[in-house]
């Protein structure tokens, strides 16, 4: 993928992620785009009012087994664990094929955090920090609130 992409493809993220903020109770309104492997866009998701269901699992519903081998671009790090028990976002990218994952900031929260350490070690490429500025500013209170930055 060209970096002119990468950016498009996180700013249309961003755009879905603006859509549901402040909507989304204590979770961040996180937006995801998954493109196939050719490049194309097979789905699109933003965490639902209330925080559920997540964007990552919106978008890959979406897409079904056209992400196999697609990317998809998060504007958070995606959860490694669920309070619900539920299988995480970490977990729903890898079992659904990903090979390569673009996040724009990495989350400070304790239950979410190390999320891409299950996409690595899954073997999954991970690339963070596009779009790094937008995401600390969207998410401000969101860190704050996690203890983080």
Same mark, same amino acid.
């Given at each position: 993928m060209s970096k002119r992409r990468d950016r498009r493809m996180m700013g249309r993220a961003f755009?879905? $992620? @603006?859509?549901?903020? +402040?909507l989304t109770d204590n979770n961040p309104s996180v937006g995801c785009i998954v493109l196939d492997?050719?490049?194309?866009i %097979? +789905? *699109?998701? %933003?965490t639902g009012a209330g925080g559920r269901p997540h964007?990552?699992?919106? *978008?890959?519903?979406?897409?079904?087994? !056209?992400? @196999? +081998? /697609?990317? $998809?671009?998060?504007?958070?790090e995606p959860c490694r664990e669920r309070s619900s028990g539920a299988a995480?976002?970490? !977990?729903?990218?890898?079992e659904a094929g990903i090979a390569r994952v673009?996040?724009?900031?990495? =989350?400070?929260?304790?239950?979410? @955090? =190390?999320?891409?350490?299950?996409l690595?070690?899954? /073997?999954? !490429?991970?690339?963070?920090?596009? +779009?790094?500025?937008? *995401? $600390?500013r969207l998410y401000t209170w969101f860190f704050k609130a996690a203890g983080g930055n």
């Amino acid at each position: 993928m060209s970096k002119r992409r990468d950016r498009r493809m996180m700013g249309r993220a961003f755009q879905l $992620a @603006r859509l549901n903020q +402040g909507l989304t109770d204590n979770n961040p309104s996180v937006g995801c785009i998954v493109l196939d492997a050719s490049g194309h866009i %097979v +789905g *699109a998701g %933003v965490t639902g009012a209330g925080g559920r269901p997540h964007a990552e699992e919106i *978008a890959l519903e979406e897409a079904g087994a !056209r992400a @196999r +081998g /697609g990317t $998809a671009y998060v504007t958070l790090e995606p959860c490694r664990e669920r309070s619900s028990g539920a299988a995480s976002c970490s !977990r729903k990218l890898v079992e659904a094929g990903i090979a390569r994952v673009v996040v724009a900031i990495e =989350d400070p929260h304790p239950t979410a @955090r =190390d999320g891409l350490m299950i996409l690595r070690d899954a /073997g999954v !490429r991970v690339e963070t920090g596009l +779009g790094k500025h937008a *995401a $600390a500013r969207l998410y401000t209170w969101f860190f704050k609130a996690a203890g983080g930055n």
